[in-house]
């Protein structure tokens, strides 16, 4: 009697270390339910997966660094850069106060790969920073993160546009972060893409075992054959792309831009990964923890500004959570070990 009670104690707690946060966010959907039962709604539902759509891809982007036991603080401000640089060339040439004077309606494809084209080349700076000359992660991209602020902000204030707010978008541009088809939003279809291409990525191909290997142990990777290098320049590259991809869609959706679009954004990437289940270590994360990590941030913002609780409190209960993943997170590797 005694052992099966040790062993049911051991399983509880083993149950509460891998779904904890979950069942807080099952808690807290139930709580805010309660107090207003329209918060079920599926209008409800489809702003919340509209508003977590480029969370998510940013989110993605931040997790193959992580999972590579890296770091990366320059996330936020590429959304930013990728935002400006799309929303300047989206806009309507019948548009009363354009970026550029004189110019064609561009097609659609043209902004979304210049912008991409953008994100690839920061992504592989920062890896060429970190792999080649030593720099540490964090250092290296809050580095890169102020540079990548500087330059938006020069060319964002390029006359004749002078740092003013970016808007006249082409229709099938906003139609992107706005539009539709059978209810389901495109942004959001968008997101689910890429969360299916980095799945088989991560789980179906060998360059996928090798980033978890590398983010694992480095040194045994090292000897094992794998090029660290490559695996470091194609992490950080392919999470340029996925932020320069996220700034599109954020501009897009809001029909905007601003050289201070996604700041911050970086922050909330990495509590996500962490809290679904992304260990600060490396070596660990999937792309349904990350999932999960970016709705339980959106449900707690969306969900307590409905039921009108200060943004303020909101900040306080985000912050337990992070501090509760990353702590469980350090007692998963201490059983482990």
């Not at 539009?179 to 996928?208: H, R």
Request: charged share 10%.
């Amino acid at each position: 009697m005694v052992q099966s009670t040790g062993v049911k104690k051991k399983f509880n707690k083993q149950f509460f270390l891998n779904n904890g946060l979950y069942v807080v966010m099952l808690a807290l959907i139930a709580v805010i339910a309660f107090i207003s039962p329209k918060f079920l709604s599926l209008v409800v539902l489809r702003d919340i997966l509209m508003q977590s759509s480029t969370r998510i891809i940013v989110a993605l982007g931040c997790m193959f660094i992580l999972i590579a036991a890296g770091a990366d603080l320059s996330g936020g401000r590429m959304v930013g850069f990728a935002a400006v640089v799309s929303g300047s060339l989206a806009q309507a040439s019948t548009y009363s106060n354009p970026f550029f004077v004189n110019h064609a309606d561009l097609p659609i494809l043209v902004p979304v790969l210049v912008s991409v084209v953008v994100g690839l080349i920061i992504g592989m700076m920062n890896g060429y920073i970190v792999a080649k000359l030593d720099v540490p992660a964090f250092i290296a991209t809050l580095g890169t993160s102020m540079f990548i602020y500087g330059l938006n902000s020069l060319y964002f204030n390029l006359p004749p546009n002078n740092s003013q707010p970016l808007g006249g978008y082409q229709k099938a541009f906003t139609e992107l972060g706005a539009g539709s088809i059978a209810g389901i939003p495109f942004i959001t279809l968008i997101a689910l893409g890429c969360m299916v291409f980095v799945f088989i990525l991560l789980n179906k191909t060998c360059l996928g075992k090798e980033i978890y290997a590398v983010g694992g142990n480095e040194e045994a990777a090292k000897f094992s054959g794998i090029n660290i290098f490559k695996i470091q320049m194609f992490v950080y590259s392919m999470a340029g792309v996925l932020y320069a991809l996220a700034g599109v869609l954020e501009a897009a959706r809001t029909g905007s831009a601003t050289s201070n679009y996604g700041a911050g954004y970086e922050l909330d990437a990495i509590a996500s990964c962490i809290v679904g289940g992304c260990s600060i270590t490396g070596g660990v994360g999937t792309v349904q923890g990350v999932f999960v990590g970016v709705l339980i941030f959106n449900v707690i913002s969306y969900g307590l500004t409905f039921i009108g609780v200060s943004s303020y409190w909101q900040n306080v209960v985000k912050g337990i959570i992070i501090v509760a993943a990353v702590a469980i997170d350090v007692r998963k590797y201490r059983t482990k070990s």
